[in-house]
């Protein structure tokens, strides 16, 4: 397979581009902001010439009747919605206009326990009450599995108060859900779905379509996406899509104004509708290219004896993006963690990498990806099996000494109170273990215990945020009720929420993550003190 050609490395102005090229072609003396009047005197690496303020042929994003609105109609068209709304402060803002466009104060809402922070902060606002929708958790990945159609139909017979869904499909490491068994739930049931696919603005919008379809074909009432994550708008730029009658444009419209800034970027909007034109225009070819390389990737990846990748795992939920490679080492001691593999990567093979977290390491594609890239990438990898994996020791998976394995298995089972490397060590010695055989490091440190919530019922209303506490050691704190989010960032998923109540095991979890270097977030102090966290002063029963 050849690398795709060169040719329109340059394309053709998009529309709004032309329009801004012929509006600088007057040559008009810009007596307004921003500052720097586009003039160039800082250097020509920022977009100064299109960087402009609200006159009148530049239409207004809070008020759009121009160039902005057809621009966000055309977006509109492609995915074949009835709305489309350019977003300046990233997908964050989208979710959280969305969120309080279809509820009101006090409100019952199913929420998934792995959306991101931002979906949280919206309902504090709004004084929602979450039911908490529990995805399955992959204990030998540490990551969240498909949302199950069937929990959330017992969840909406449990809770049939609540007003709207919210989860998030494809998940950042890649796993998608049954979109549309889930939206024909929550439309037999009166609610309205609003999914996060920030990750997925290169899924289809034709249902039907051979690659994977985007929620807003599958029936979802509003659709935030981010085109800069894995297309190729700039990085804070995003758009929400609205389809059907269980939403208020004029509300959304109007809480897009309350959650994004007034002075809202041209450059970022002109970013959103290139790529609208790279859609339009050369989506389906583009598209079909990064399938292929990907698919190639993935038939030369199974040759590697001590990588595993979750795509593996592809039979055990509804479906999975293909351009993400969410891998981990087995048996080499030497990359025990994630963050041993990106440093190697980077510092050795010129790779860097997107996210790792406990063993594990996150690869991103995008639509310009080539054979040659991701010939580059496995290279790597295979080069790195030469290096550090000892061909004397038996290969994970090799069926002879399976007996043996199991044995270690067992034994380390009994040892789990031991230092994770020193476990890992005495493994590794004398035969690389085989996935089913080795008691993983997250299991450790990244394991479902640190997603269960310690409530009643798995329901919450928060409104603890911004009361004031006192900061507390976590040991201290146990059996307190935290008044913070502590969050695994990235992807932002909160492992603490306030007004949930502190719990050993918690303790115990979050420290291992700190021990290992896995950053965390606390959003009432910044980082913080590490190992600490701001609790109610008094000790609260839930």
């Known amino acids: 397979m050849n690398d795709q050609s060169k040719e329109g490395r340059n394309p053709s102005p998009s529309p709004l581009e032309k329009y801004f090229q012929h509006y600088n072609e007057k040559n ?23 960087d402009y303020t609200e006159v009148d042929e530049l239409d207004n994003l809070h008020a759009p009747e121009g ?16 709305d489309c709304f350019y977003l300046v402060n990233g997908s964050s803002s989208g979710l959280q206009a969305g969120i309080f466009t279809l509820l009101e104060e006090g409100d019952e809402v199913v929420v998934a326990r792995n959306c991101h922070r931002s979906v949280f902060y919206a309902l504090s606002l709004r004084k929602a009450k979450i039911h908490f929708l529990l995805p399955e958790f992959w204990e030998d990945f540490s990551c969240f599995g498909s949302i199950s159609p069937k929990e959330v139909e017992r969840l909406l017979r449990e809770f049939p108060k609540s007003k709207a869904l919210v989860f998030t499909s494809p998940s950042y490491e890649g796993v998608v859900s049954d979109v549309e068994a889930i939206a024909r739930l929550c439309h037999e049931n009166g609610l309205s779905l609003l999914v996060d696919e920030a990750h997925g603005a290169h899924f289809s919008p034709k249902k039907g379509d051979s690659f994977l379809e985007s929620a807003i074909a599958l029936g979802a009432d509003l659709v935030v996406q981010s085109p800069h994550k894995t297309l190729c708008s700039l990085t804070q730029s995003a758009w929400i899509l609205g389809n059907g009658e ?39 070819a583009l598209f079909s290219h990064w399938k292929e390389v990907m698919e190639s990737f993935r038939e030369k990846a199974r040759t590697l004896s001590y990588f595993t990748f979750l795509w593996e795992k592809e039979e055990a939920c509804f479906a999975m993006d293909f351009s993400k490679i969410f891998l981990r080492a087995l048996g080499i001691p030497e990359l025990r963690l994630g963050k041993d593999l990106a440093k190697l990567l980077r510092e050795d093979y010129g790779i860097e990498s997107e996210m790792h977290s406990g063993e594990n390491l996150l690869l991103m594609t995008g639509p310009f990806i080539s054979e040659k890239d991701m010939d580059r990438l496995f290279i790597a990898l295979k080069d790195i099996e030469r290096r550090l994996g000892d061909e004397k020791r038996q290969k994970p998976g090799d069926e002879r000494g399976k007996q043996a394995e199991e044995e270690r298995g067992k034994q380390a089972e009994e040892e789990r109170g031991k230092e994770t490397g020193d476990e890992m060590s005495e ?11 080795l008691p993983s490091l997250q299991s450790k440190i990244l394991s479902s215990a640190l997603y269960q919530i310690s409530i009643a019922d798995n329901t919450l209303q928060i409104s603890e ?20 989010y502590l969050s695994l960032y990235p992807p932002g998923i909160p492992l603490l929420f306030p007004g949930e109540k502190l719990t050993a095991e918690k303790i115990q979890g979050i420290e ?17 003190e590490r190992g600490k966290l701001i609790f109610q002063k008094d000790k609260g029963n839930m």
């Open 246 to 284: 269980r939403y208020s444009r004029e509300k959304l419209s109007f809480y897009l104004s309350v959650f994004q800034t007034t002075s809202p970027s041209y450059p970022l909007m002109l970013s959103l509708e290139k790529a609208t034109t790279l859609l339009e225009t050369k989506g389906e």
């Open 465 to 484: 945020g911004l009361k004031e506490g006192e900061e507390l050691s976590f040991h201290d704190g146990e059996g307190r009720i935290c008044l913070e």
């Open 67 to 82: 160039i902005l609105q057809e621009a966000m109609n055309r977006t509109a068209a492609y995915y074949g919605c009835s």
């Open 28 to 50: 008009l003396l810009p007596l307004h902001m921003p500052g720097h009047q586009r003039k160039t005197e800082m250097g020509a690496a920022l977009p100064y010439a299109y």
């Open 427 to 437: 493994l590794i010695e004398g035969s690389a273990p085989s996935l089913q055989s």
């Open 512 to 528: 291992a993550l700190e021990k290992e270097g896995i950053e965390l977030q606390y959003s009432r102090h910044g980082q913080g």
